[in-house]
């Protein structure tokens, strides 16, 4: 759910139109939101000097006059007098040049299998959740207390997501792995920086599907079960090839030692095993993740 609340020098259409020009060329789930809602064709001819800036937001020349699209940090950072907004929500202040001129709330809106994957994910041996967003920490809060996260970092630009990504990492023992679920720009140094980085590629930008070692195109949190029981098959199958290849190897060695083993007990040690091997590996192929 979008809300636009302009001030007394512009309309509330005028205001989501800027919105929607100047996020136009954003990637990130929030811009989309903008665009969906504007439901117009951007006429990007009347855009120039576009730049977006990570953990802050964007800003453009439109018609000429410089439009500044972000958080409260952005506007912060550009010295801007600006209405600071305590809604629940992702708040989006704009400025033309250099005027504060509203803002546009976006009620977060939690994905419908979300609570059931992280409950998965608990029962697949996953330790420790930790949330690391770039919204308002009343708005994370209580989205981390309704998903029941460990832990929740608010408010982080990039460099500080990979900066608290880094702590977690040195928290871990030796066996453990480190994995980052994300979709914005925002997110790419930390998917690329963790273990194991997973992108929601539909709405995900190219920056974090690039930096991610899988993609889940569909969108949907509850793939990364599958994800990682598809992983724990795969491994257990691993191992089975492993030890069975060792095993049979080593008592046909054992065989040969002794004068027992023919050749036909060694072409069974070298082709026969390899045959069995990739036919128990096979088996991945008919496995329901899900």
């Known amino acids: ?18 919105a929607a020009l100047v ?23 009347s855009i120039s000097q576009y730049e977006e800036i990570d953990g802050y937001g964007v800003k453009a020349i439109i018609r000429g ?6 958080n409260a940090r952005f506007m912060e950072r550009e010295n801007i007098p600006y209405d600071l907004v305590q809604d629940i929500g992702t708040v989006i202040y704009l400025a033309i040049d250099g005027s504060y001129v509203g803002n546009i709330t976006i009620s977060d809106r939690v994905k419908q299998d979300t609570l059931s994957t992280l409950q998965g994910l608990r029962q697949l041996g996953i330790k420790k959740l930790v949330m690391l967003t770039g919204d308002t920490n009343k708005v994370s809060q209580k989205i981390a207390q309704e998903l029941g996260f460990d832990e929740v970092y608010a408010e982080l630009i990039p460099d ?55 993609v889940l195109m569909t969108d949907e949190p509850s793939k990364i079960l599958g994800a990682v029981r598809i992983a724990k098959k795969t491994r257990s199958i691993v191992w089975q090839n492993i030890f069975f290849a060792l095993g049979i190897k080593a008592i046909v060695l054992t065989m040969g030692t002794f004068g027992i083993a023919t050749i036909w007990e060694a072409v069974f040690a070298d082709v026969g095993v390899a045959l069995i091997a990739i036919l128990n590996t096979m088996r991945v192929l008919n496995y329901k993740a899900l």
Not at 65 to 70: D, E, K, Q, S, T
Not at 177 to 195: E, H, Q, S, T, Y
């Open 160 to 214: 500080q997501k990979v900066e608290i990504l880094e702590r977690l990492e040195n928290e871990l023992s030796h066996k453990s792995k480190l994995m980052f679920i994300g979709d914005g720009i925002n997110d790419a140094p930390v998917l690329a920086r963790a273990d194991v980085g997973i992108a929601l590629g539909g709405l995900g930008s190219d920056a974090a599907i690039e930096a991610a070692d899988i």
């Open 1 to 18: 759910m979008i809300s636009v609340n302009p001030s007394s020098s512009i309309s509330a259409d005028d205001l989501l139109e800027y």
């Open 65 to 70: 006059r410089l439009i500044m699209a972000g």
């Open 23 to 45: 996020e136009s060329y954003s990637s990130h789930p929030i811009a989309i939101s903008i665009l969906k809602s504007y439901g117009k064709e951007i006429d990007k001819s």
